[in-house]
């Protein structure tokens, strides 16, 4: 098993009291499993990507444990972390583009990386090379500054770098969003890549977009105001979703080749609950079709068919 989260729990501190950010999740990914995390703005998904590895002010962990490969994660703990960081744990950081230093050449800054974990960059410089040619890059970006490369290279060139020593698991978080569309697929068919060639175990990837987790993710989970809706096989959340907000999300999506004449998208009415003061119950009810009175009792996150997860007390009680 390569990593597993206990009901962890992520507030942000604010000066009107704290945020539910992420609200008792619990999780598990397989050894080689490329899971995505999807859901609106604001459901948490990247609160959950960055506490696994950075948690930074205003975040505050409240409680729950994180284990990868069996070992626990000090995630409470910015300074224990470095010792998991990049090594064993590490991050393709949203607004990727933006995270190489403008003042340094490429170079530069993977040595100084490096450096930081007492390995030598003359050491690393063969595979750090063969990995620039397996994305399409040539040797000579080392010797340039961040700025003389386009948007899709810069996310090629962190996602090497954020690879380079191997580690158990990456998150990639919205690394399509900025790119277009043949990018977006050049980035996504690497990230598959790395894990097929085992540069990484198990990859979490962060996205808004459901059309690019459908092409390359085994699993998909889906978070809702800080809290699990559903978790499943991939062909199973797109095909067959269990939950009311996976199906509405789904139904939301664009179909090729079906006329805006012959079929409107469908939106979700309504808004995502305020995280400050969120609602009893299933954070959902407000805006769900089929909110019954035991929705005012939080529903727990149950597996009700194989490696099929659901927070819904209709499914729940179906599946009884």
């Known amino acids: ?123 690393v410089l063969p595979e750090l090379k063969r990995r620039l040619k397996l994305v399409g890059l040539s040797a000579d970006v080392l010797n340039m500054y961040p700025i003389e490369l386009s948007g899709g290279m810069k996310q090629r060139m962190v996602l090497v770098l954020s690879t380079l020593l191997n580690p158990s698991l990456l998150i990639a978080d919205e690394v399509t969003s900025a790119l277009d569309v043949s990018s977006q697929k050049a980035v996504s068919k690497m990230l598959v890549e790395f894990r097929d060639r085992q540069f990484v175990n198990s990859i979490i990837i962060i996205t808004h977009d459901i059309s690019v987790l459908y092409q390359i993710a085994d699993t998909i989970m889906v978070m809702y105001a800080g809290k699990l809706a559903e978790k499943a096989a991939t062909e199973t959340i797109i095909n067959r979703p269990r939950h009311p907000y996976t199906r509405l999300l789904i139904s939301s999506l664009p179909k090729v080749g079906v006329k805006f004449s012959e079929e409107k998208l469908a939106g979700i009415p309504g808004s995502p609950p305020l995280l400050l003061n969120p609602p009893a119950g299933c954070r ?37």
């Open 284 to 320: 959902f009810r407000d805006r769900c079709p089929v909110a019954t009175e035991k929705c005012l009792e939080e529903p727990p996150f149950v597996e009700v068919d194989k490696d099929h997860f659901v927070a819904c007390w209709q499914e729940l009680e179906h599946h009884a």
């Open 1 to 123: 098993m390569s990593l597993q989260v206990e009901n962890l729990k992520v507030y942000y501190k604010t000066l009107s009291g704290y945020a539910q950010a992420l609200d008792g999740v619990t999780f598990t990914i397989q050894d080689g499993e490329i899971m995505g995390l999807a859901g609106e703005s604001g459901c948490g998904k990247t609160t959950l990507g960055h506490s696994l590895i950075r948690l930074k002010p205003p975040m505050n962990f409240i409680e729950g444990r994180v284990l990868l490969d069996n070992q626990e994660l000090p995630i409470w703990d910015m300074e224990k972390m470095n010792a998991f960081r990049f090594s064993q744990i590490s991050i393709i950081p949203q607004y990727a583009m933006n995270a190489l230093n403008p003042t340094r050449k490429i170079g530069k800054i993977v040595a100084d990386l490096l450096e930081g974990k007492q390995v030598g960059y003359k050491t």
